[in-house]
Each structure stands twice: as structure tokens, then as C-alpha cells.
């Protein structure tokens, strides 16, 4: 299986900061990388598809890159709900793997 | 709009099974497939399988076959997952997910179930 390796686990930020999260793959996945929010009452929502593409409805302050092993999710200026817990997820090869996740927390 | 309403917590002894269903309304049932992800705090999110609605075939995670047998009622648009032979490590919240595809490269779980937990205990 593919070993998906998220950093950090948790990170401290403030309101308006700029974050990035990451996430390596334990083998190249030719950039087929979900992220993930969940929120702390359970619900998860999807945020970003395949390394850089944006889900409907998601702000436009959330972005995503990528190649090889390598990939990142931004958050460009945090607003109060982004506080959560982020995944990555990576679909190049069955089964398919989450990250451990990075807690986004209020500094 | 699309919902995925799973069934409530559960509470079951060591050795014996469980079944967890997961209602869909909003969308054409049998269109999409409908995932399985098991969550802990130990293990974090790990995926268990996926049904085709339409056909009920199935795909598990070597992990996950002899535990989960998921099975779809499409009278009612309803996914179920049963967990056999249920140990203490089976505990978990456990979600149901539609996969969702885009294009010739886009894959993912667009809407989730709000989740059920599982909780094994003698």
C-alpha cells in the first residue's frame, strides 16, 4: 500500500495567516492527490481533486500543488471556519490511502 | 440536495456482527458507487471498499475482506456495510462516501455521511 505522510500533524496559525500543509506519498502518484476537510462535529467535505483542482463551492483562498511524491494544500488568508482537521488522500494505486491528517489550530 | 443519512451508533459484544446502513436521497442511487472509510484515532482514515449500486458488485481492501460484506437495497436507495467477528479493533466511527468522477483524471468522495460509531465491548 501506499503510505501517505502528512506535515505537520498540527499547526498553530491566526486569523488572516497564510498556511500550507503537506503531503508526501511513500511512491510517485502522478498527481492523483485528494485533500479533505473535517470538521470537529464529523462532517467531511471534499476540497481539492487531483493535486490542484478546486470542488465546487470551496473559496478560492484554498489552492493545491504537486508532482511525484510531493504535494501541498494552501490555505492563502485563514477565516474562522477553516479551523479543522485536513487530509490528503491519494488515488494512483488500490487501495487508496489517507494522510494522518494535520490539525489546524487557533494560535 | 444529496444526503447520505447513516443509520445510529451501535454497541456490540466481541464476536458478534453489525450492520450499518447508509440512505441516499438527492441524486439517482444507482449512478454513483458508494465507498466505505473506517476512521480511529489511532489508524486515522482507512478505506474499506466500494459497491456498484447499480450491479452490487464489490471491491474490498485486502485488509477489509472476511470483516465488511457491503451490500445495496436499491428499493430503498440504501448502502449497507455488516462487520463480522467484531474485536475491540473494530471499533471506530465508520462513513459512507459517493465516489465521484471528473473527467478522465478526477476521483473523489463528494458527499459523506455524517458517520456511525461503532463501539465493541463485552
Known amino acids: 500500500d501506499i503510505q501517505m505522510t502528512q506535515t505537520p500533524s498540527s499547526m498553530p496559525a491566526s486569523l488572516g495567516e497564510r498556511v500550507t500543509i503537506s503531503c508526501r506519498a511513500s511512491?510517485?502518484?502522478?498527481?492523483?492527490l485528494n485533500w479533505y476537510q473535517q470538521k470537529p462535529d464529523g462532517t467531511i467535505k471534499p476540497l481539492i481533486y487531483y493535486t490542484s483542482n478546486l470542488q465546487s463551492g470551496v473559496p478560492s483562498r484554498f489552492s493545491g500543488s504537486g508532482s511525484g511524491t510531493d504535494y501541498s494544500l494552501t490555505i492563502s488568508s485563514l477565516e474562522p471556519e477553516d479551523f479543522a482537521m485536513y487530509y490528503c488522500q491519494q488515488y494512483d494505486s488500490s487501495p487508496w490511502t489517507f494522510g494522518g491528517g494535520t490539525k489546524l489550530e487557533l494560535k | 440536495q444529496v444526503q447520505l443519512q447513516q443509520s445510529g451508533a451501535e454497541l456490540a459484544k466481541p464476536g458478534s456482527s453489525v450492520k450499518i446502513s447508509c440512505k441516499a436521497s438527492?441524486?439517482?442511487?444507482?449512478?454513483?458507487?458508494i465507498s466505505w472509510i473506517k476512521q480511529t484515532t489511532g489508524q486515522g482514515l482507512e478505506y474499506i471498499g466500494y459497491i456498484n449500486t447499480g450491479s452490487g458488485g464489490t471491491n474490498y481492501n485486502e485488509k477489509f475482506k472476511g470483516k465488511a460484506t457491503l451490500t445495496v437495497d436499491k428499493s430503498s436507495s440504501t448502502a449497507f456495510m455488516q462487520l463480522s467477528s467484531l474485536t475491540p479493533d473494530d471499533s471506530a466511527v465508520y462513513y459512507c462516501a459517493r465516489d465521484y468522477y471528473s473527467g478522465d483524471v478526477g476521483y473523489y468522495f463528494d458527499y459523506w455521511g455524517q458517520g456511525v460509531m461503532v463501539t465493541v465491548s463485552s
Open positions: 438527492g441524486y439517482t442511487f444507482t449512478s454513483y458507487y
Open positions: 511512491q510517485g502518484i502522478s498527481n492523483y
